[in-house]
C-alpha cells in the first residue's frame, strides 16, 4: 500500500529532524529524485511541514523580539508557498502514473486530490509523535498524560483511516472508478501583480 511508504518515511524525516532538534540544520534528502521519485517528493514534503511545524512554535513565544517575528513570519510564508508546491509535485508525479488509465463512464472525482490528502496524512505524523512525547514527558502530571494519551488513541485511529482512505483513492484511479484533476493553488497574496500591496496600492 502507498501509504506503508508514505507513514514510514514521514516517521524517518521526523525522528531525523528531532535528532538536531532546529530549524536551522542543514536538509539532506537520502533519496534519489529519479530512481526514488515518489519517495524524494515524500521526505521532502514532510521535511518542509516538520520544520515549520516548529516556526509556528517559535513565533508563539510571548517573549518573541518583534523583527525577530517579522523575519520568522517570512520564513513561513516562504515554508507555506513550498509545501504547496510539493503538493503539486506529488499531484504531477500521480497524474503521470494514471495517465494511461481510462476512467470508466460513471467515474466521479474526489473532493480532494491524492496529495492533498498525503498532506494531511503528513501533518498528522507530526501531530502523533509530538502529542506522544507529551504523554512520556518528565515533569508532566499524570491527568496531563492521560489526556494526551486519550488525544494520541485518536490520532492513531484517524490515521489509520486516513491512510485507507487515501490507498482507496489511488485504488479507484488505478481502476477507472475516479478520475483526479488538478487545479493549481493560485494563491494572490504572493503575487505581485495580484496584491494590491505589493503593487504599491494603498
Not at 87 to 105: A, G, H, Q, R, T
Request: glycine share 2%; aromatic share 8%.
Amino acid at each position: 500500500m502507498f501509504t506503508n511508504t508514505a507513514n514510514t518515511i514521514f516517521k524517518e524525516v521526523i525522528d531525523t529532524y528531532h535528532v538536531i532538534d532546529s530549524v536551522d540544520q542543514k536538509f539532506s534528502n537520502p533519496y534519489d529524485s529519479k530512481s526514488q521519485a515518489i519517495e524524494h517528493l515524500l521526505y521532502r514534503k514532510c521535511w518542509i511541514d516538520t520544520v515549520q511545524w516548529h516556526y509556528e512554535d517559535i513565533i508563539r513565544d510571548p517573549q518573541i523580539d518583534p523583527v525577530a517575528a517579522l523575519k520568522l513570519k517570512r520564513q513561513i510564508d516562504a515554508s507555506n508557498q513550498d509545501r504547496t508546491d510539493m503538493v503539486e509535485y506529488i499531484d504531477s508525479y500521480f497524474l503521470e502514473k494514471y495517465n494511461d488509465v481510462s476512467p470508466k463512464n460513471n467515474a466521479t472525482i474526489n473532493t480532494e486530490s491524492p496529495a492533498w490528502g498525503v498532506d494531511r496524512l503528513s501533518i498528522l505524523a507530526l501531530k502523533v509523535y509530538h502529542m506522544h512525547e507529551e504523554t512520556v514527558r518528565q515533569g508532566a502530571s499524570d491527568a496531563h498524560k492521560a489526556a494526551c494519551q486519550a488525544k494520541l488513541n485518536i490520532l492513531l485511529e484517524q490515521r489509520v483511516d486516513l491512510s485507507t482512505a487515501i490507498d482507496t483513492l489511488l485504488n479507484d484511479i488505478e481502476n477507472g472508478d475516479k478520475y483526479m484533476k488538478v487545479y493549481k493553488q493560485m494563491k494572490m497574496y504572493n503575487d505581485d501583480e495580484l496584491n494590491p500591496v505589493l503593487r504599491g496600492e494603498k
